[in-house]
């Protein structure tokens, strides 16, 4: 808690509060409307979200930055009913992350897998999200070709393909072979 309330500090941020506890289990429903969520994986981002019932409302808004795993993480916000109502890249540390604005709508889909791979970044990228971007569709790619020789296709190499079938369409429109093949 030291260093975040260090940082707290340095930003001049105010009205903060800080706890220690078991996911959200610390928290009161009552005592906020905004919940910061980052510094971990996705998939232990899913399962605090999971733990605390009352996130499931519409009264309350999520701003989550998983560390790993952010495809694990949307994939469940669709099948949990909660809504990416915005979402950026942003580098820290030489890193590059996700960070999403969520909402609970309470309406549960199928996550596409061109959203489960990157998200609402496609929508409008700048330069954070290009980073983020060509590192996913280098990933997929490696996967992809470790994937092409293993006999009958399952459902994650058919969402991969399409994933990249898509990004490599965008990849034409915004004219960056260069930047996402050689670099």
Known sequence: LKRAADNI????????????????AAVEPDEVDTVVIAGMGGDLIARILEAAE?????????????????EDLREYLCSAGFEVVAEEAVESQGRIYTVMKLRF??????????????????????????IYIRRMFRILRLLSAKLEHVVGKNKQVEEIEIALKHVEGL????????????N
């Not at 009352?54 to 952010?70: C, D, G, H, L």
């Not at 199928?110 to 330069?127: A, H, I, N």
């Not at 990849?171 to 050689?182: A, C, G, K, S, V």
Request: hydrophobic share 30%; with cysteine; aromatic share 16%.
């Open 9 to 24: 500090k340095k930003s001049e941020v105010s009205g903060v509060t800080l706890r220690k506890g078991d996911g959200l």
């Open 54 to 70: 009352w996130s499931k409302n519409a009264r309350y808004e999520f701003i989550v930055q998983p560390m790993t795993s952010a």
């Open 105 to 130: 709508t309470g309406e549960q889909r199928t996550c596409d897998p061109v959203f489960r791979y990157f998200g609402r970044l496609l929508e409008s990228p700048k330069e954070p999200e290009f």
């Open 171 to 182: 990849i034409e429109q915004w004219h960056l072979t260069d930047y996402f093949y050689n």
